[in-house]
């Protein structure tokens, strides 16, 4: 059975940082590409990081435009953890934050939601101004 359990959300003011993590359980990892998807009320969910598997040559990265520089995602196989490191939070970045695994053993991470094939339950994440 596959599960994806984030963790860390929570309340901040802006300009606060907060770092997200997603335990996985049920698939080997290193052939996943990993990514953060969030929601905000009244909105469609997207695309916030990914990161590649780690079987593509290189570890490769991307990152929406409205938080590159604020955000890194990273993970580790061993530990079957991928991570979300917030830096400089502002209100516009409430949302609830879901991780997602898409089988990619040697491609980047997509932003298309319909590309991945798990997916946790979500963490809140609210930053007050």
């Known amino acids: 059975q596959v599960q994806l359990v984030e963790s860390g959300g929570g309340l901040v003011q802006a300009g606060a940082s907060l770092r997200l993590s997603c335990a996985t359980s049920?698939?080997?990892?290193?052939?996943?590409?990993m990514a953060w998807f969030r929601q905000a009320p009244g909105k469609e969910r997207e695309f916030v990081a990914g990161v590649a598997a780690a079987r593509m040559l290189g570890v490769t990265v991307n990152y929406r435009d409205s938080v590159k520089g604020r955000f890194t995602i990273s993970r580790d196989n061993d530990k079957n953890m991928v991570y979300l490191q917030m830096n400089s939070l502002k209100p516009e970045d409430t949302a609830i934050y879901y991780c997602?695994?898409?089988?990619?053993?040697?491609?980047?991470?997509?932003?298309?939601?319909?590309?991945?094939?798990?997916w946790g339950q979500g963490t809140q994440v609210t930053v007050s101004s």
């Open positions: 049920g698939i080997t990892m290193s052939g996943y590409a």
């Open positions: 997602a695994a898409d089988w990619a053993p040697y491609g980047s991470a997509r932003s298309n939601e319909a590309e991945y094939d798990y």
